[in-house]
C-alpha cells in the first residue's frame, strides 16, 4: 500500500517542475527503502532486503553524500568496491548477499560488545567489602555477602541474619 501512495504523491507532482517536491518525494522514498530494508533484515529476509538495499546504494550516490552522512555506501569498501553509480549498478547477487551478510555480523558480534559492556559495568557496581546489616560482620571478599531481594540495598552473611533482621528491615525496605 506504501508503495501505492508513492507513485500517486509521484504522479501528482509530475509536470509541477517544483523541486522542493521531488526532493521530498525522493526522501519520502528512501525512508520507505530504509523501513522495507530493516523491517526484512531483522526477519532474516535477506533476500528480500537485498534490492531495497540496492535502492538504498542508489540514493546516496544520487545525493553525493560524503563518507560521515553513509549509512550504506560505505559498506562496498568491505568487498573492496568503490563507490559508483557503475560499481552499485553492476552488483551482483552474490555482492549483495555478502554484505548483507557482513552486515548481520557486525550486528552480531556488536550486540555481544554491548551485552559485554553491560555486564562489564555490573561487576563495577561494587567494588567494596559489605557488611550484614544483622550482625555487623564484613565479608572476606567481595560477593560472599548476599543482598537483600527485595530492595538489594543492604546485605547478609547467612539466611539466619536475614530472618533476624527483618522486623527492623522491614520498615525501610523497598522495592
Sequence with gaps: ME???LLKYKNAIAGTGAMSQYQCYDTLEFKYHVLRFNT???QERLNEAAPYFRKLLEYELRNNMDFEHQEFLFLLTWIDLQPSPETV????????????HKLREMEKSSAMSEMMAAEQQNLHKRVALMNCAGCG???????DYKSCSRCEKIFYCTKT??????????KVCNK
Design 3 to 5: 508503495e501505492k501512495v
Design 40 to 42: 526484512y533484515r531483522k
Design 89 to 100: 549498478r553492476n552488483l551482483t547477487r552474490n555482492q549483495l548477499m555478502k554484505l548483507l
Design 137 to 143: 560482620s564484613t565479608e572476606s571478599a567481595i560477593g
Design 161 to 170: 541474619c536475614q530472618k533476624n533482621n527483618w522486623k527492623a528491615h522491614k
